[in-house]
């Protein structure tokens, strides 16, 4: 009773979870865009696209995905040998313990008919399949806590991953072994299946589940005479319809090896139920806590392989584009492989911020549209993450479960950016992917966040000019030493303001009247510097605008590093701001 009422109960909170974790696909939105479309008219859209793709030829694309990606992992297997193994054994040994196991009433009373948990190959296999998982457990642990990989984070949920599966395979070998060994188990066989004989024929029949089956037993010991163990096996003939010999189950009978000196004090505190109260416990807390765990990958997974191999930017349905996304949320197993690939992972050594690792920008991301409170600050340390990324493709190539994760970070950055949050960063190279892009954003939603940074910028270096006079009180004596501190930077000190820098900047002849459009043309921002008037430089729009070409640099005559000077007064520009916002 107590276990068919826990196993309703774990199903009802599982299902329970399983809806409510589906129905945040279609409920949140990273894109603005789908944002106010009705959670009816997302799933509409994704059955539309579901029963499209059915109805086509690629439903041979999703055949194979579904047996190379989904079932043989080729994904992982070209990434990492050691990881494809760890995962195969985890992923295949449980899902076939469930199976044969854990639904042996559904799935393998019905495939075979003289099915019994405690009869060869079932009960061999029952073990071997565990071990599999141990074997995995162990090559899991070793790789997040030994190996050292560079920047693998390790979270709770892969503490509880871990843990809830070992304490599963564990607690089952453990109750097996001591099932082996339980002479209370014995007894309450022999008095089921067993015509009570005589006293002789009892001892006997003891004598080789002693012998043989590993028994325990508080009253007979070995060794036993020939004839007793033959006259055993005889009775015995009714029981080896049903019972193999325990040696099979390897890891149970190890168990029951190495507990057999203490078996019968273990028999009569009642361990056998207490270590089955905890087996089945753990399974049904593991079963009811799994939509809300990472191991939620194992459903999420297959769902976000099969998707990205169908679906496409230019002509899937943008409503299930932004359905999928968050659904992909969900599909991470945080397993760490797009934040070894990292370009940018190394600036995690300088920049102790952990959303610039893609691993972790995942959780955050489930934060942001959980509609959990979040600090202003951590949404512009999240920013800040999303925005230090080169888009090289890299973490998207070595996912295991196919997530568009450069599609992911345009996404989440454009919801971040539309929140009014000024992203400084915006106004570097590595705004590149999000030009290129433009079309996709709109125009009006382009140019507001640039707009946003710029003004930032401005209110904190108020432009020192007024009537066309420049006030030399304002100037920065700390701007020099400043850029001294690095080598490239410390070249500006050559500077004879020749003007070639000027000339040589294709941004310059982009314009009919330059100073007008650009404030400060770039030998006057070299000029500038030797004067320390910091807030004339960094309020022009010529530093801003810069393309980084390299032409001012590579033409001056004086070796003077133009273009990494002007990255490291925007540099200077960004800290100083930066830091204003965090004492605020």
């Not at 050292?148 to 599963?168: C, E, N, Q, S």
């Not at 097996?176 to 009570?196: C, F, H, L, N, P």
């Not at 892009?437 to 507001?448: N, P, T």
Request: glycine share 6%; with cysteine; proline share 4%.
């Amino acid at each position: 009773m107590f276990f068919t009422v826990s196993l309703y109960i774990a199903l009802a909170i599982f299902a329970a979870g399983l809806l409510f974790k589906v129905s945040t696909w279609f409920l949140s939105s990273l894109t603005p865009q789908a944002a106010d479309i009705p959670a009816a008219l997302r799933v509409r859209a994704a059955l539309k696209g579901i029963g499209r793709t059915l109805l086509s030829a690629k439903i041979l694309m999703l055949l194979k995905v579904l047996v190379l990606d989904v079932l043989l992992q080729t994904r992982i297997l070209k990434d990492s040998l050691l990881r494809w193994w760890m995962h195969m054994l985890i992923y295949g040994g449980f899902m076939l313990l469930l199976l044969m196991h854990a639904l042996e009433k559904i799935v393998s009373v019905a495939l075979f008919s003289d099915y019994s948990s405690t009869l060869n190959p079932f009960m061999f296999l029952r073990n071997f399949f565990g071990f599999m998982v141990l074997v995995g457990l162990a090559l899991a642990l070793s790789r997040r806590f030994f190996m050292k990989i560079p920047r693998l984070k390790t979270a709770a949920m892969d503490h509880y991953a871990i843990v809830i599966m070992a304490v599963i395979m564990v607690s089952g070998f453990l109750l097996e072994g001591v099932k082996i060994t339980s002479y209370g188990r014995y007894q309450e066989m022999v008095e089921a299946y067993v015509d009570a004989g005589d006293k002789e024929e009892l001892t006997a029949l003891e004598s080789l589940w002693i012998k043989e089956y590993g028994v325990v037993s508080p009253m007979l010991k070995g060794p036993f005479k020939a004839d007793v163990l033959e006259k055993g096996r005889e009775l015995n003939e009714s029981c080896i319809s049903c019972h193999s010999r325990p040696q099979w189950a390897f890891m149970g009978y190890g168990v029951a090896k190495a507990i057999a000196p203490v078996a019968v004090g273990l028999d009569k505190t009642g361990l056998p139920a207490l270590l089955w109260y905890i087996h089945f416990l753990t399974c049904f807390i593991g079963l009811a806590y799994l939509p809300f765990s990472k191991m939620f990958h194992i459903l999420a997974g297959p769902i976000s392989l099969l998707a990205n191999a169908v679906m496409d930017p230019g002509t899937s349905d943008p409503v299930n584009i932004a359905t999928r996304q968050i659904m992909e949320l969900d599909a991470c197993t945080h397993c760490g492989a797009c934040t070894l690939r990292c370009s940018v992972g190394v600036v995690f050594e300088e920049i102790p911020n952990v959303n610039i690792l893609p691993s972790e920008k995942i959780a955050s991301l489930k934060r942001l549209i959980s509609g959990k409170n979040i600090s202003q600050q951590d949404i512009r340390t999240i920013q800040e993450g999303l925005y230090l990324c080169t888009n090289c493709l890299r973490c998207t190539g070595v996912c295991p479960v196919g997530i568009n994760l450069q599609e992911l970070w345009l996404s989440a950055r454009e919801a971040l950016l539309r929140k009014g949050s000024p992203e400084l960063l915006i106004l570097s190279p590595l705004s590149l992917y999000r030009g290129l892009m433009q079309r996709a954003i709109g125009s009006g939603q382009y140019q507001k966040p640039i707009q946003l940074a710029k003004e930032a910028i401005s209110n904190e270096y108020k432009i020192n000019r007024r009537d066309n006079t420049i006030d030399m009180t304002r100037r920065d004596d700390t701007l020099e030493h400043k850029l001294r501190q690095s080598i490239q930077s410390n070249t500006f000190s050559f500077c004879y303001n020749c003007k070639t820098c000027t000339s040589a900047c294709p941004l310059i002849h982009n314009f009919d009247n330059p100073q007008s459009a650009l404030e400060l043309l770039p030998h006057q921002i070299m000029h500038a510097l030797s004067w320390g008037l910091a807030d004339l430089i960094m309020s022009s729009r010529m530093l801003w605008a810069c393309l980084g070409c390299y032409q001012c640099q590579d033409q001056c005559p004086q070796g003077v590093h133009i273009t990494d000077v002007f990255y490291e007064l925007k540099n200077l520009a960004i800290k100083q701001v930066k830091d204003k916002a965090l004492k605020t």
